[in-house]
Nanobody, 122 residues
Framework: EVQLVESGGGLVQPGGSLRLSCATS????????MSWFRQAPGKERDLVSY????????HYAHSVKDRFTISRDNVENTVYLQMNALRREDAAVYFC???????????????WGQGTQVTVSS
């Protein structure tokens, strides 16, 4: 069973930092494209960042570029999102997302975690 469990959210002041973690199980992380999405109240769920299977390529939404960094540890089966210089508009529930490339050459998913709340307030 595929499981994604986010952690690391919380309350932080503007300008502060948080590191989100997504602990994965039930699939081979190295064969997966991993993403972080976020959803603020009353808004759609938006892509924040993704990292490809080999970790060669990363992508960031314009609003977080140069402030957020996505990374993966295929040994610890965990994906991270380092968030620096946080702004009030970064406040949202952050979700981990996976698409898994199977040995049969087929993509599976998407799979979602339950989300972790990030609040940015002074």
């Amino acid at each position: 069973e595929v499981q994604l469990v986010e952690s690391g959210g919380g309350l932080v002041q503007p300008g502060g930092s948080l590191r989100l973690s997504c602990a994965t199980s039930g699939f081979t992380l190295s064969r997966s494209t991993m993403s972080w999405f976020r959803q603020a109240p009353g808004k759609e769920r938006d892509l924040v960042s993704y990292i490809t299977r080999c970790g060669v390529s990363t992508h960031y939404a314009h609003s977080v570029k140069d402030r957020f960094t996505i990374s993966r540890d295929n040994v610890e089966n965990t994906v991270y999102l380092q968030m620096n210089a946080l702004r009030r508009e970064d406040a949202a529930v952050y979700f981990c997302h996976a698409r898994v490339f199977g040995r049969d050459g087929l993509w599976r998913g998407p799979y979602w975690g339950q989300g972790t709340q990030v609040t940015v307030s002074s």
